[in-house]
């Protein structure tokens, strides 16, 4: 069972692409999950003939593949309730204009679609958005009425692009992620429900965003596998210690005394182990896509210690039972 193990690129978005391609090959990756925000223009694709064989070019010659496109920041603006931090998710013109933005986001993932077609890629991984997120506690009160209409909302916003998804023979695998409709197993759960199914939507697993509300992530995968259409690997780190609360004390990433931190892979609690047992077992087959974010360590060196440890944890599943030779005939 061959998996490539690639990069997902946001979090380099400093570079260009002329130089993260060299640097991710050096690291070892096989790979990137290109981010629209950072490494791939979409407009640019459905504008310029030259630009799709341009990357394809640079990707081949530095030895890479691109097998998903990261659309995360313009899916967030589709169904975000505004604030002025999605001004800096959307283009700078459209600042302070909620309206403006959403029907932006929603016109740039239907065109993220048509250029990932051009680029011969079928999944886009991504968010959603939530107008409900704020609601998630129950002060002052929220409604059932209200949590039904905010599904009702991502379901009539997102419908349309899943319509020209479909067209283009794309699907959209979301990251189920705190800020999202879908954050836990019962929103996730709910949401795949609303859609019925709908082949179009699935899910970019990441067991980071999991671990830390206490959801068992290797039971996500179990329970949700026929839904997995891409995969983080990104770890994180419980340091609970009775100071530290789960909703993060407004402490900024990389401080020691949060109660939990995104880190390096294989640095935090995350169960790869069982993960990958669990993806061999469903049939899973598309990249491994490491997110790395560890404020508290060198970038280079912590990618590359992620590539090779999840080489490392990248096996395949047994073709014979390991008692089947102390059998006799």
């Known amino acids: 069972m061959k998996r490539i193990v690639t990069l997902a690129s946001g979090q380099f978005g400093d570079m260009s692409l002329e130089t993260l391609c060299p640097l991710a090959k050096e690291m070892g990756f096989e790979g990137l999950e290109l981010a629209t925000h950072a490494h791939f223009d979409v407009q640019k694709a459905l504008s310029d003939p030259t630009y799709v064989p341009y990357v394809l070019g640079l990707l081949k010659d530095n030895g890479l593949q691109c097998l998903a496109l990261s659309a995360h920041l313009s899916g967030q603006c589709v169904c975000d309730q ?83 998804f479909d067209e283009y023979q794309v699907k959209f695998a979301l990251e189920v992620h705190p800020t999202e409709i879908a954050f836990d197993y019962y929103t996730t759960e709910r949401l795949l429900e609303l859609f019925g199914h709908r082949p179009t939507l699935g899910l970019n697993f990441d067991p980071s965003h999991l671990l830390w509300q206490g959801i068992d992530e290797v039971g996500f995968v179990r329970n949700f596998s026929s839904h997995i259409y891409h995969v983080h690997m990104k770890d ?80 395949t599943p047994s073709s014979i039972a390991f008692d089947s030779a102390l059998k006799t005939d």
């Open 82 to 164: 505004w604030d002025e931090r999605l001004d800096t998710f959307a283009p700078a013109p459209l600042a302070g204009q909620p309206e403006a933005i959403r029907l932006w986001a929603i016109q740039e993932m239907k065109d993220t679609a048509k250029a990932a077609h051009m680029m011969g890629i079928h999944i886009v991984t991504g968010f959603t958005g939530s107008p409900i997120w704020a609601r998630w506690y129950s002060y002052p009160q929220t409604s059932p009425k209200m949590i039904d209409e905010g599904f009702r909302l991502v379901y009539d916003n997102w419908t349309p692009i899943f319509d020209v």
């Open 236 to 315: 994180v780190k419980m340091n609970t210690d009775g100071k530290g609360g789960l909703l993060g004390s407004f402490l900024p990433f990389g401080d020691t005394r949060r109660a939990w931190d995104f880190v390096s892979v294989g640095h935090g609690n995350v169960d790869f182990d069982g993960i990958v047992r669990e993806l061999n077992r469903c049939g899973y087959c598309g990249p491994l896509s490491v997110e790395w974010e560890d404020s508290g360590m060198d970038r280079k060196y912590g990618a590359t210690e992620s590539c090779q440890y999840v080489k490392k944890m990248n096996f």
